[in-house]
């Protein structure tokens, strides 16, 4: 077993490089021992083309899309990165940035790009309230009960990792299509920052 310690920011640069999954960049790097490279070539016999290592391509271009709901009380600003000018005027991508937006406006809970972005204090506090409740429960199941409950707070916090409230995407999450987008354009799509903005809030 691997005693390499696999941080965030290491998941977090290997998933900028190569479009796969967190949960993937992650398995990826145990199996090669923190070795990026080794990683994405473990990520590319497993998922084939749909990874490519887009290298230190950095994504400079990008748009700055906003959205306004119905009755103008709730309002967002996105911007989503790309590497290059010709996929940030593309239909796909600047659709992909406004369905994002409209999904921030719909979820008052939504703070945080990644889970790398959210600060120790919050998630701290959200453990220990999760450890105060299951602290009836058997010793040996209350780690995974705080895990488990610290996952689900994550799915309402995190843009990535919110389920899409529009049918048409079928239940995906903003990181599935993202990740869909990024193999779909060959480019490193970046969900950069966003704003929501509530009247009285």
Partial sequence: MSTVEISAKDVK?????????????????AEAEGDVEK???????????????LGERTAT??????????????GVLIE?????????TNDDFVTFARDVAMQIAATPTVSYVSREDVPADPRDAEARIYELQASEKPENVREKIVAGKLDAWYRTVVLLELQMHNPKFDGK?????RDELTVKTGENVVIRRFTRFAVGQ
Avoid at 13 to 29: I, V, Y
Avoid at 80 to 88: E, G, I, L, Q, R
Avoid at 173 to 177: D, E
């Fill in 39 to 53: 990683a994405i070539e473990l990520l590319r016999l497993k998922q084939g083309k749909k990874i490519q290592d």
């Fill in 13 to 29: 640069a290997l998933r900028d490089r190569t479009g796969a999954g967190m949960m993937d960049c992650k398995k990826a790097l």
């Fill in 80 to 88: 989503v990165d790309c590497n290059t000018d010709f996929v940030a």
């Fill in 61 to 74: 271009e990008g748009t700055i899309q906003a959205y306004i709901h119905a009755g103008a009380k709730v």
């Fill in 173 to 177: 999450t903003v990181q599935q299509l």
